[in-house]
């Protein structure tokens, strides 16, 4: 029986050609060009989208790192975007048609790869499939799945909050504590009289950031108001809302507090905190300038930013191995999980591919290092997004800390993810 890849992205296209050169018969629906997307200009496989680079290629940034571990799990997609590379040595900038054309014609070469040019809106359930839509997905497929997985997260227009790496923060500027109660869950940043006017002056002024004309909302729900929205109700709204500073234990060395950010652990480990409540729509290059200009977020490093956004994904759905919990046959990958970012969906692909056809061929499923990129976005994934429900991109927070000097943790964290992953893909029989 052939596995079913439902989309033709970069996450179907790597789960494909994984599977299809491991030996298994693949079908590859791919909805396009009979129904478009208001994203898509073409019909090709893995069309890139928005921008043409596929992250940086510095050992010690995440992206770096998470193509390192692509390249030494045999990713196909990885090596057809050196093939199309343009440009500069920082990043790996590819000639986005050339791209597509190459994964293209790897897939219609692939004597494994039955390629099919129509709409999915259901998927039998003793069928072997990796799933694998995208955020574009059709209504008739979404609610199928939604039924099939016991979930009920159907389209809506979402506004998500800044993240930051915890270890990035000037603790001198912020205390630890919960309001009304013991404990210390949340990260209060204590803003003066005036410094919440600048903040709320500069909300008013600052500008949206680009959106498709599919992703502009005619309204929000109340309960994921942006911070904007709710600062031009009235100058007051944030101190009386997300920003309110009553039931806190404030320290006496902070004086004048008429508001604070208030910030919560993200992840088990707590190297990534999340500003609560400030959901936001503003251009990004705004929204690192106005942080910054507070000294807790002088050197912050933002590991994810505001945006508004289509939100189509279902979180809670998934293993460690990217296996649906109701379905052992099901598989998902790529942003319909719940990832970030290009490299991210052709990890998905990757990871769902390897497992399925460990499945296939009768073989025991290994989980991945969390001190590997890749295995510290598959852990957030499973145990992190079901609560957050907000998209994660890689970043050096998805992974255990590690101790030493703050000179060191950098080179420390990329040795170690390096001998996790190699030792990973010896395990799986993946060594390139």
Known sequence: MDVWVIGGGLAGSEAALTLADLGFPVTLFEMRPAVMTPAHKTSKLAELVCSNSLGSLSPDNAKGELLFELKVLGSSLVNLAFEAQIGGDKALVVDRELFSTLVEDAVRSNRNITVVRAEITEIPKD???????????????????EEREGRCEAQYYDATSPSILTETIDMDYAFWGNRFGEGSDYLNVPLSKGEYYWFVEQLLNAREAHRHDFDKPDAFFERCLPVEEIARRGKESLAFGPMRPTGLAIPEKFRDV??????????????????????TGISHTEQISIFKQFPAFKNAVFVRLGQIHQNRFLPGV???????????????????????GYLEAIAGGLWAGINMARLLGGEKLIPLPEESMLGGLVTYIEQSLPEVKQPMGVNWGLVPPVEGKKSERKQKRVDRARIAIEYAARELGRVT
């Open 127 to 145: 069928v072997p499939c990796i799933i694998a839509p995208g955020p574009l997905i059709k209504e008739d497929l979404l609610h199928f799945l």
């Open 258 to 279: 008429h508001a604070v950010i208030q910030l919560r652990k993200e992840n088990a480990s707590g190297t990534i905190l999340n500003m609560v409540g400030f959901q």
């Open 318 to 340: 998934i293993n460690k191995f990217f296996q649906s919990r109701t379905n052992r046959l099901w598989f998902y990958a790529g942003q319909f999980t719940g990832t970030e």
